[in-house]
């Protein structure tokens, strides 16, 4: 453990005394806006981006049984992308496993995942050794597509029904990592949860921040490399049970100025905030939204550091209304949450200085209604919840909002081509560009044609 721990030191020294200054750090936030989206001034061979920006997500798992063995899948499918009228690609590089397919001294590379083939979950192994970021990022620049590398960051392990997975369990000496959930046996190590999911680390750990943020700076290092997004930057958010470590009490001891009265601080199995919480309940909430935010901070400070013009941000699911049981508050500091969420009046009145949007260049909101939820004014409709989410935002940073288009209700079974454009024209009309979740259910479902046709007819508009 203590050597493991003295590498991670290592990386993360030398690459903050390597790391340069420039005043481009911050150009993709300038340079995003309504019209026309420049060419990146690091890679003049990019064609400009006529309109607002279109997100397609490439999950590492999902897609693995593609791209993992043959790079000409990779090279077809960016140029299919484009033709479909993305601008961007998002590949997912640290599956929840969180083993990783990019270049890393820190964390182990991505040998396998359990994915979804005809029918069933297999192991998908992974037999060559071309560089898999690194491919994508070559791909997609001939094709004129922006690459921005995704992770999934506070996972560290994946449990299925046909095994383990992942750097916890090859590394089980990292067990003291890992997140302490309330269950309703009692504090349970997550290694220790019985339920399939991933393994979920503890962001109070400083370790796994150190480790985390070593990550990030290897990451940004990468050539050509246009963005990073950090997924599942958050707590387990099955209910409110997740964060009850060693590490979490002693920083949540140090945020009160004393030892709290109670721990757990919430009941066992309590699923949402009650009517009237204690004020130590309150301020647990808050706490918990603290320690991402300050990750949050250090990250985005990583990465344009070691990276600088790599655009930083996250994804986050569009449902605000609840989205304190995650412990994030993704909203702008500007947006007073207690005041304008009617599910948040508990909150205390230093919550918002939890707020991160700030700290961002953009932003991923999930849209994920069902099929019959594309127009509306409430959350749980793409349209509400992209509108929503703007007011929340506050003009803080742009973001891009859009549906899971196979997982979703209605959407599970395929056949929903006539949707698309409607879908696409009502995100381009209520968010400041489009992301589509995800590249397989386009392959799954043949959506090819069809979300080229509404992102075509969508162009059309800006010349009326």
């Known amino acids: 453990m203590r050597k493991l721990l ?13 790391a340069a200054e420039d005043d481009s750090t911050y150009k993709w936030r300038d340079s995003w806006d309504k019209g026309i989206t420049p060419v990146d001034p690091d890679n003049p061979d990019l064609p400009e981006i006529v309109g607002k920006p279109r997100y397609v997500w490439i999950d590492a798992a999902a897609n693995y049984p593609y791209y993992a063995n043959d790079a000409a899948y990779i090279a077809a499918d960016c140029e299919r992308i484009a033709k479909m009228g993305f601008t961007d690609i998002v ?3 640290r599956p929840t496993s969180g ?3 990019f270049a890393s001294s820190v964390a182990p590379p991505c040998r396998r995942v359990a994915a979804w083939v005809n029918g069933r979950y297999r192991w998908v192994e992974r037999t060559e050794t071309f560089d898999y970021l690194s491919e994508f990022i070559l791909a997609g620049h001939r094709a004129g597509l922006r690459v921005n590398a995704a992770i999934n960051t506070m996972v560290g392990g994946y449990h299925s029904s046909i095994g383990d997975e992942g750097m916890l369990y090859s590394h ?22 019985p339920e399939y999911g991933p393994r979920f680390l503890d962001p109070a750990n400083p370790q796994v921040k150190e480790f985390l943020l070593t990550l990030l700076g290897e990451l940004a290092s990468y050539e050509g490399l246009d963005g990073i ?14 964060g009850y470590t060693e590490d979490a ?14 721990w757990p601080v919430m009941p066992q199995g309590q699923t949402y905030i009650s009517s009237n919480p204690s004020q130590l309940q309150r301020n647990w909430l808050t706490f918990r939204c603290k320690v991402i935010h300050d990750f949050v901070a250090e990250a985005a400070e990583t990465v344009h550091q070691a990276g600088p013009g790599v655009r930083f941000g996250t994804y986050v699911g569009a449902w605000f209304s609840d989205y304190y049981r995650s412990g994030v508050n993704w909203t702008s500091s500007t947006y007073n949450v207690k005041t304008n969420e009617s599910t948040y009046r508990w909150v205390p009145n230093n919550y918002q200085k939890t707020a991160y949007a700030d700290l961002l260049d953009f932003i991923f909101l999930g849209a994920y209604a069902g099929t019959d939820g594309i127009h509306g004014s409430w959350e749980w409709s793409m349209e509400g919840f992209a509108k929503l989410g703007a007011k929340r935002l506050n003009g803080a940073l742009p973001f891009a909002a859009g549906p899971d288009i196979g997982n979703g209700s209605g959407f599970e ?13 009502t995100m381009m009309d209520s968010a400041d560009g489009l992301f589509i979740f995800d590249l397989c259910h386009i392959r799954m479902f043949d959506y090819w044609d069809a979300i080229k046709e509404g992102i075509d007819q969508y162009l059309e508009t800006l010349n009326h």
């Open 172 to 193: 089980p000496e990292l067990r003291e990592w890992c997140s302490v959930d309330n269950l309703s046996g009692g504090l349970t190590n997550s290694m220790d949860d």
């Open 229 to 242: 997004v950090l997924d599942r930057c958050r707590y387990d958010d099955n209910n409110l049970d997740a």
């Open 249 to 262: 009490k002693a920083a949540f001891t140090t945020y009160l100025g004393e030892a709290p009265s109670q």
């Open 413 to 425: 079974n395929g056949h929903q081509e006539a949707l698309m454009p409607d879908i696409i024209q």
């Open 99 to 101: 083993d990783v397919l």
């Open 91 to 93: 590949v997912d590089v």
């Open 6 to 18: 003295s590498i991670f030191s290592a990386a993360v020294l030398a690459f903050w005394s390597c």
